[in-house]
């Protein structure tokens, strides 16, 4: 794999933070944009300290600035995370979601196009899907998204697509359950792992929607770091369209929990809530054409993940 520059939007984020320190550690040159509106730059600590990397602390709504950026550093590709993340905010606040989710696509598309970058990696993720119920999910099932947040993403995927007339290649990248070190547990709405972690520590009682048999397919970030990494650098071409990033693994909320317990076997019982409304009762990824295409497959068990999390130790240099 020869070394890169690439850009990546949303750097100082859950998921931009550690895939600059995955690319960084592969040896590529980065350039992080992020205005700090979510991200932090505490998380770009490590990254900071190396002199292949370039902080941008920029909007990217300013075309200009993309142009510029993909110019100055002879960007081979963009990796474009930013947005807004919350499901339930971009619901809520439809014309941020439009502005962040869906017009920042086109500024980062056209950036590329002027300034003649070939790739752009899109955040997509499994909201696009929705309720669709075949599982596990392949890329060719059918997109349903049941919110704002998924429908931005879908047309961002559907958008990018016109950009093969200039010879670029778009993929989009579709996040299952992601979560690990960074993510932020304070609001409701955050990724359950983030909110049990933050429960278990302080020993407090966690509460499950449901009877706790929902399924969900959890990737570590750094797998989905490592993935990013490995989509933006590949050489050759690369088939433009949606790659599940997912284990291939369906796991019950009840076995999630059991690792938590595990590691916390005098916690509070936890407390039974009724479903969420709107709950998607499984939700599994099928990994093969990412296996396929970029050579990816997750690597980080669940079990191996949440230690890791919870600052066990054995397993830190799995990364
Ligand atoms: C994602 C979105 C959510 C909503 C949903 C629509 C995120 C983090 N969440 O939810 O906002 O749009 O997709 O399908 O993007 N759970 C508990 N206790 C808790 C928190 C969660 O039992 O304190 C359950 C929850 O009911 C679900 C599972 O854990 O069954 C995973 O929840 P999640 O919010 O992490 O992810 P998901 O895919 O349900």
Known sequence: M?????IVT?????????????????????????????G?????????????????????????????????????SIIHLAGLVSVVEAQNKPTDNFTL?????????????????HRVVFASSAATYGDCPEMPLTEKAQSNPLSLYGSAKLASEKYL???????????????????????????????VISIFSDRFSRGEAIQIFGDGRQTRDFISVFDVARANCLVATKEGAIQSGPMNICTGHSRQLNEMVGIFQDLFPNSPKPVKQPFRSGEILESCGDPSYAAHTIGFRSEITLEEGIRQLMGVREVFELV
Do not use: W
């Open 2 to 6: 020869k070394n890169c520059n690439v």
């Open 101 to 117: 989710n869906l017009h920042a696509t086109h500024i980062v598309g056209e950036a590329a196009r002027t300034a003649g970058v």
């Open 40 to 76: 932090r730059l505490s998380n770009l600590a490590k990254a900071k300290a190396n002199p292949r990397f370039h902080f941008v602390r920029a909007d990217l709504m300013e075309p200009e600035l993309m142009v510029r950026l993909c110019r100055e550093h002879s960007v081979d």
């Open 10 to 38: 949303g750097a100082a984020g859950f998921i931009g933070s550690h895939t600059v320190d995955r690319l960084l550690k592969e040896g590529h040159t980065v350039i992080g944009v992020d205005n700090l509106s979510t």
């Open 161 to 191: 697509l016109g950009f093969r007339a200039y010879e670029m290649e778009v993929i989009f990248t579709r996040y299952f359950n992601v979560y690990g070190p960074r993510q932020d547990p304070k609001s409701p709405y955050s990724g």
